[in-house]
């Protein structure tokens, strides 16, 4: 992942030590500079991404039912994904026994079975969508704050392999969809350095899927010690600013000149928190520099979309996710069958007015080429980050974050009480679960003003689930 990012130069995608000067005036911070354009990538660990990879690959699938064998080919392949690997074979009980075809191991189907607690992990959860505090849930189910979690976490596995079949659809189905990504504190109240981003279809905000530069199972780094070895993980210290930030500027123009000034005042443009910042550590657990989750994110929708045609991208203006997005889609940008595209809009926009002009501007150092336009009190902006010309009404149409925005506010919303609970500010591993469960409502359950789920809007289900189905 170590090359000139900049689509322009030549050198763009090329890791071979020549095209680069090694810059060492700082040895703790090591850097590249690119001889043909000037432009300074940061650096990351290769091998610390893989094990990122590993990490998030594993929270999301580790449960469902899959060969255990680790040394078959088949290790950790979902049955519910890979069918062609597997044989049905017999039962246990209730439950649902395969056979792996490469190295004939058998397992057993959790999830297979009929849900014993059905009828309390639907209470459950319907008090946790009607914003009740957890205190208050238990006191109403007589049950105790660990029995809580502890359903949680179950109701979590459920809903995670019920979804697992239509993300495969999904990706199967719909290639030709865009996709929008948003990325957004976890407990905006908390400043636990917890970011949460998301990956979706653009139009109707089916969630693909979703990370946390958060690992509950991993201990922070000892600050001295923040070396090469440990340079996935974020030690707790962090520079508090000593000033109070300037107001966001209302003129859209302004607010991307705004956001690129912020930019340059990383150390490292990649990593948000590489400026002065107030951050409360989580208590347990450790927080993961974010380029580390953000490219093994991206990293995983690269395998997930490999045979689409073109994959189309709207994203926030932010460099953390364009660096991983043309790295990661590094040949795709090449061919051109990647549309990575910054989107910005103020709260007044609605749709585009043909007649209006659109303008075009080069900004910041990177010299990204901008097209602003209005539409009354609206105003829209889009950068389409492969460098297209000529396309730009199209994006100022097409292009939106919207769907994604809204599912993240709605998290907020919906589990302030849950969220905001003193003792969970510092301890956002809790809220995992909720995560998983959350996604599953909103792709399988939650409809809008037609009545209609993201997953029917794209003909992945033929009707709503309900909190029953899911749990079932
Ligand atoms: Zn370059
Ligand atoms: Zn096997």
């Not at 009980?93 to 059905?118: H, I, M």
């Not at 030709?176 to 998301?198: D, E, F, H």
């Not at 979703?210 to 070396?227: C, G, H, I, M, R």
């Amino acid at each position: 992942m170590n090359h000139c990012k900049t689509l322009a130069c030549r050198n763009f995608g090329l890791s071979d030590k020549k095209y680069y000067l090694l810059q060492e005036t700082d040895p703790s911070r090591p850097g590249l500079v690119c001889r043909e354009c000037g432009a300074f990538p940061p650096l990351l660990d290769n091998r610390a991404l893989l094990e990122e990879v590993f990490r998030t690959k594993q929270q999301d699938s580790a449960n469902l039912a899959a060969c255990s064998n680790h040394d078959c080919s088949s290790f950790g392949k979902p049955v519910l994904t890979h069918r062609e690997l597997y044989h049905a074979f017999g039962y246990s009980g209730e439950k649902q026994r395969y056979r792996c075809k490469e190295c004939q191991s058998t397992f057993v189907d959790k999830w297979s079975n009929a849900n014993p607690k059905l009828e309390i992990q639907q209470r459950l959860l319907g008090l946790v969508f009607t914003g009740h505090a957890v205190r208050e849930i238990c006191r109403k189910l007589a049950i105790n704050p660990k029995t809580f979690y502890d359903h949680l976490a179950q109701i979590a596995l459920r809903c995670r392999n019920k979804l697992a079949a239509v993300d495969a659809r999904f990706v199967q189905l719909c290639d030709s969809t865009p996709l929008a990504a948003t990325i957004a504190p976890l407990q905006p109240n908390s400043k636990n350095g917890v970011n949460w981003l998301a990956t979706g279809d653009a139009n109707f905000g089916y969630v693909l899927q979703q990370s946390l530069n958060y690992s509950a199972d991993e201990d922070k780094p000892v600050t001295f010690s923040a070396t090469q070895k440990h340079s996935r993980l974020m030690p707790d210290d962090f520079v508090a600013p000593s000033e109070v930030p300037a107001p966001t500027p209302q003129v859209l123009l302004d607010k991307v000149n705004a956001k690129y000034s912020d930019v340059l005042s990383r150390q490292n443009v990649e990593d948000p928190f590489t400026k002065a910042i107030d951050v409360n550590y989580p208590a347990v657990g450790s927080l993961v520099r974010p380029q580390y989750t953000t490219y093994a994110h991206f990293m995983r929708l690269v395998e997930a979309t490999a045979h689409w045609e073109t994959v189309t991208l709207y994203l926030p203006q932010e460099p953390l996710l364009r660096s991983a997005v043309v790295s990661v889609f590094k040949d795709r940008m090449l061919g051109k069958s990647c549309h990575p595209v910054y989107v910005v809009q103020n709260a007044y926009w609605h749709k585009p007015d043909e007649s209006a002009p659109v303008d075009i501007m080069l900004l910041s150092w990177w010299r990204d080429r901008w097209a602003f336009t209005k539409s009354g009190e609206g105003n829209k902006a889009i950068c389409h980050l492969g460098r297209e010309t000529d396309n730009e009404r199209h994006w100022l149409e097409c292009a939106s974050t919207e769907q994604l925005e809204r599912y993240q506010s709605r998290f907020h919303q919906c589990f302030k009480s849950v969220i905001d609970e003193p003792r969970r500010r510092l301890r956002p591993g809790g809220l995992l679960p909720l995560l998983d469960i959350y996604r599953a409502w909103n792709n399988l359950c939650h409809q809008d003003s037609n009545g209609i789920t993201p997953a029917q809007a794209l003909g992945l289900a033929r009707k709503p689930y309900s909190l029953a189905d899911l749990l079932s």
